[in-house]
């Protein structure tokens, strides 16, 4: 269940990103809701996960969860700069997690 629970905290993270990005600096009251929401949720399963994973695997495999997801919404939602380049790098952030979980023994 913890590799679940760190799942849908990496999903929820992407949420906030996104809603943080539509709340104008917080100056919008929905998606500011939404980015406090969607950050408990993610820090809430975070914390679940962590009851049996180790600190350091759950966190980068959360972090990269977050940061792949939050390119490609970017890319997908605002129109935000599409490259070769990107695509490499968001691919070696994918590799680096999927070596990190096949290396964590859980």
Excluded: Q
């Excluded at 104008?24 to 820090?43: H, T």
């Excluded at 919404?73 to 680096?96: D, H, K, V, W």
Aim: aromatic fraction near 12%; hydrophobic fraction near 55%; glycine fraction near 12%.
């Amino acid at each position: 269940m913890a590799w679940f629970f760190l799942l849908i905290a990496g999903v929820a993270e992407i949420g906030s990103v996104i809603s943080l990005k539509h709340a104008d600096g917080f100056k919008k009251l929905l998606p500011s809701a939404a980015c406090l929401f969607f950050g408990s949720l993610s820090f809430y399963f975070l914390s679940l996960s962590l009851t049996s994973l180790p600190v350091g695997t759950a966190y980068a495999i959360w972090t990269g969860i977050g940061t792949v997801g939050s390119v490609l919404a970017g890319m997908i939602f605002f129109n935000e700069p599409r490259s070769l380049r990107i695509t490499l790098l968001i691919m070696c952030i994918i590799s680096g997690a999927v070596g990190i979980k096949m290396t964590s023994g859980h």
